[in-house]
């Protein structure tokens, strides 16, 4: 699915308003990304809490004009203020800097990003592939490279752009343990 400004109820069941609490942190090229999205849709597909065995939120942000660690934990600590309330863990990034820091986490190189789409984009699964923001001017922005089809269908599709099939392993593991009803694609031969 193409950027799109629709609004998606699936999302809207998740109660938290993270979206709306980032927005007001006016980081460059936002996205609410990753997990939080596709598990909140696996909940509501299989009739479970909104935000059952959500680990995190994701907060990726694009800012290529300053790469250090002092800016990028200057948005982290702005968001561990605007979310200390929540009963949630909020984990703000900027995608500028993967590369820096990548390789050593995850024994293969990142070559740099040059937006928050092509981090995204990198995700070990392609139901990872998604995000979604809130525009200045109310309307949510969905990113969906990959289409929202075999998410609501419970699909977990690897994605051997980047992360190494351990990676894609590990998580899908602990997400069948979650959602048993989940259908998990095996790595590419």
Known sequence: MPPGRERPGFLARNKLKILERTATL??????????????????????????????DYDVFY????????????????A????????PADVEIRNEA??????????????PPHDSVESATDSFASTTCCLGVRLEPD???????????????????????????????????????????DLRVLEWPG
């Open 79 to 86: 968001g561990r203020e605007a979310f200390s309330d929540l």
């Open 97 to 110: 800097r993967v590369h820096l820091w990548y390789e050593q986490k995850f024994g293969v190189p990142c």
């Open 138 to 180: 109310g309307q949510w922005r969905v990113y969906a490279p990959h289409g929202l089809t075999e998410v609501f269908n419970l699909v977990v599709r690897p994605n051997p752009v980047l992360a190494p099939r351990a990676v894609y392993e590990n998580k899908a593991e602990r997400w069948r343990r979650e959602w048993p």
């Open 62 to 77: 694009f800012d290529a004009t300053d790469l250090s660690w002092e800016a990028e934990d200057a948005a982290i600590r």
């Open 26 to 55: 006016n980081l460059p090229h936002w996205y609410l990304t990753a997990g939080c999205l596709f598990q909140t849709v696996w909940n509501v597909v299989t009739d479970r809490p909104p935000t059952h065995a959500i680990k």
